[in-house]
């Protein structure tokens, strides 16, 4: 559930960000911002759970009626969900990449 709430959270701030129209700086930079704010285990936890964000968003993004089940358990409402294009998703995603410790082994 909270996987869902996350990627849909990531999706509406890569949207309403216009992350395609930034540098990959600018976007690494962002992130660190929020990231280091987070406290050790909350840091923990966010790279735990970004194999699990990762796939959700896409499939929000491809086929959120598969996802509608999963939608309401998180007690969100498909039908109000922010749009994200592919564009500002993959602009996000391929810094989070790089920049989640557990997707680059360290964790």
């Known amino acids: 559930m909270k996987s869902v709430i996350a990627a849909a959270s990531l999706l509406q701030w890569a949207e309403e960000a216009r992350l395609s129209s930034r540098t990959p700086e600018a976007i690494q930079d962002a992130f660190y911002e929020w990231y280091d704010g987070l406290d050790a285990d909350e840091q923990e936890s966010f790279a735990e759970a970004w194999t699990m964000i990762e796939p959700d968003a896409l499939a929000l993004l491809s086929d959120k009626e598969s ?11 498909a039908s109000t ?26 964790a």
Do not use: F, Y
């Open 67 to 77: 996802m509608s089940g999963r939608i309401e358990d998180a007690g969100l409402d």
């Open 81 to 106: 969900l922010p749009g994200c294009t592919l564009k500002n998703w993959q602009a996000l995603q391929s810094v989070l990449d790089d920049c989640v410790p557990e997707a680059n082994g360290e």
